[in-house]
């Protein structure tokens, strides 16, 4: 497994898609599902690149990158997403948030490796 590191992304404007959750208790096939819908996003059109984390209270912030509003769009009507985000409403997820926002801005910060 590769060192964690945020999304390398181009420079905006590009917009990102901010999923806030709640689990439920159990994987129940979870940890496999997101696997794949990371896989097959990864190959769509416009897809830019994605953040994740969960903490110990179950609460996952995960914000995939996208070129366009289509490209996202594209994704949400994609048959096998929609098909895994009605099994998560069903058993994975307690409460779920999403929110589409426009990057118009964006920076980080690197540590040079010899400090």
Same mark, same amino acid.
């Given at each position: 497994m590769a *060192? &964690? %590191? &945020?999304?390398? $992304? &181009?420079?905006p404007p590009?917009?990102?898609?901010?999923?806030? =959750?709640?689990? !439920?208790?159990?994987?129940?096939?979870?940890?496999d #599902?997101?696997?794949?819908?990371? @896989?097959?996003?990864?190959?769509? &059109?416009?897809?830019?690149?994605? *953040?994740?984390?969960?903490?110990?209270?179950? $609460?996952?912030? !995960?914000v =995939? +990158?996208w070129?366009?509003?289509?490209?996202i769009?594209?994704w949400r009507? +994609?048959?096998e997403h929609? $098909?895994t985000?009605? +099994?998560? #409403?069903?058993?994975?997820y307690?409460s779920?948030?999403?929110?589409?926002? @426009?990057?118009?801005?964006?920076?980080?910060f690197? #540590?040079? %490796?010899? $400090?």
């Amino acid at each position: 497994m590769a *060192d &964690p %590191a &945020p999304a390398s $992304l &181009p420079a905006p404007p590009y917009y990102a898609v901010v999923f806030t =959750s709640v689990r !439920t208790a159990g994987d129940e096939g979870y940890g496999d #599902r997101a696997e794949q819908m990371l @896989k097959l996003a990864s190959g769509q &059109p416009g897809f830019l690149g994605v *953040d994740s984390a969960r903490g110990a209270d179950g $609460l996952g912030i !995960t914000v =995939s +990158h996208w070129s366009d509003e289509e490209s996202i769009a594209a994704w949400r009507g +994609h048959a096998e997403h929609v $098909l895994t985000r009605a +099994h998560g #409403r069903e058993h994975w997820y307690a409460s779920f948030a999403v929110h589409v926002a @426009k990057v118009e801005r964006a920076y980080g910060f690197l #540590r040079p %490796a010899d $400090l």
